[in-house]
């Protein structure tokens, strides 16, 4: 069993930055890849980015890529997001997931979700 706590969403302007940490317990951190996605109000959850466990490998959607950063720091079982140039379309719950087996892209691979982030991005 891994317990995920995600945190670091809220209120931004259009063009402005958030960090979202998803702190982990339970099991060996290190042992595991790990993904963040997000769901809009009325959408399907979506694929945001995904780091392998040694971080070495990562992956991002293409509606992310160059403003979104996604790392982890296994000393501290903590994987982040930092996201840049937000725009209103990133408006969404942020969760982050352990990836096990399967597509990095769809949730279905993964398990042990977090409660999720609110981020609002207003224009």
């Known amino acids: 069993q891994v317990q995920l706590v995600e945190s670091g969403g809220g209120l931004v302007q259009a063009g402005g930055s958030l960090r979202l940490s998803c702190a982990a317990s339970?099991?060996?951190?290190?042992?595991?890849?790990m993904g963040w996605f997000r769901q809009a109000p009325g959408k399907e959850r979506e694929f945001v980015a995904h780091i392998s466990r040694g971080g070495f490998s990562i992956y991002y959607a293409d509606s992310v890529k160059g403003r979104f950063t996604i790392s982890r720091d296994n000393a501290k079982n903590t994987m982040y997001l930092q996201m840049n140039s937000l725009k209103p379309e990133d408006t969404a719950v942020y969760y982050c997931?352990?990836?096990?087996?399967?597509?990095?892209?769809?949730?279905?691979?993964?398990?042990?979700w977090g409660q999720g982030t609110q981020v609002t991005v207003s224009s």
């Open positions: 339970g099991r060996t951190f290190s042992n595991y890849a």
């Open positions: 997931g352990v990836y096990t087996a399967g597509y990095y892209y769809i949730g279905q691979g993964y398990r042990y």
